[in-house]
């Protein structure tokens, strides 16, 4: 099955630096990747998400990019402000059109300090 | 549009008691996923549900724990004799079907055993 691993588990970054959040993934058949924010005792938020058939995606300040040779794909947070604080989860999945199941990172604890 | 909803919020079980866990999918979504999470780790799949059929429980204990999704009502996640290691959140996603894999999370209940 699909193995994900994240790096790394803790990141802490000043308010206005850029924070990046690097992902791997096993299953060269996965196709798509969404990241999660979760804050202290939430639920998981989708913040963006990329499929394969693009290399890269923006959001005003938090953009994505996918290199599917490498099996990687990368957060990054520009301009972090203390409410970005939280922890940032990966994940990837396969549409096969039967299931697509995601499977996570292990997360990541961004602290943006003041 | 109400997001999903699970409940209870928070469920206090003593070792060998049962606990049921419930899950309403966001309108329109016919598609149901469960995810454990434990302390300072990420979320775990458990088990992929569409109306009445359990698609994928590959994630799912074999014994005591059990799922179902059927044609009226909410999803339920059921797990019997409970003992201190399923201590956990649980969360629910649900999603709008096979072409769209954008899974959204419930608020999740934290499971208690004493």
């Known amino acids: 099955g699909e193995n994900v691993e994240q790096h790394p588990s803790t990141l802490s970054v000043q308010e206005g630096d850029s924070a990046v959040i690097k992902c791997t993934y096993s299953?060269?058949?996965?196709?798509?990747f969404p990241w999660y924010k979760q804050e202290l005792g939430k639920r998981p938020q989708l913040i963006i998400d990329?499929?394969?058939?693009?290399g890269e995606k923006k959001d005003q300040r938090i953009a994505v990019t996918l290199n599917k040779t490498a099996k990687h794909f990368s957060l990054h947070i520009t301009e972090t402000q203390p409410e970005d604080s939280a922890v940032y989860f990966c994940?990837?999945?396969?549409?096969?059109?039967?299931?697509?199941?995601?499977?996570f990172g292990t997360g990541t604890r961004l602290q943006v300090t003041l | 549009n109400a997001g999903v909803m699970q409940n209870p919020r928070h469920l206090v079980r003593r070792r060998g008691q049962e606990a049921r866990l419930r899950c309403s999918p966001m309108?329109?979504?016919?598609?149901v996923y469960w995810y454990r999470q434990l302390p300072e780790e990420g979320l775990k799949f458990m088990v992929y549900?569409?109306?009445?059929?359990?698609?994928?429980e590959s994630g799912m204990p074999k014994e005591r724990f059990s799922a179902e999704f059927p044609k009226e009502g909410p999803s339920i996640l059921r797990i019997q004799q409970v003992v201190r290691g399923d201590s956990a959140a649980y969360f629910c996603?649900?999603?709008?079907?096979?072409?769209?894999?954008?899974?959204?999370f419930g608020s999740g209940t934290q499971l208690s055993v004493l």
């Open positions: 996603a649900s999603s709008p079907g096979l072409s769209n894999e954008k899974l959204f």
């Open positions: 299953d060269s058949a996965s196709n798509y």
């Open positions: 990329i499929r394969s058939n693009v």
């Open positions: 994940a990837a999945s396969k549409n096969t059109g039967t299931a697509s199941k995601l499977t």
């Open positions: 309108k329109g979504h016919s598609h």
């Open positions: 549900l569409q109306k009445e059929n359990i698609i994928d």
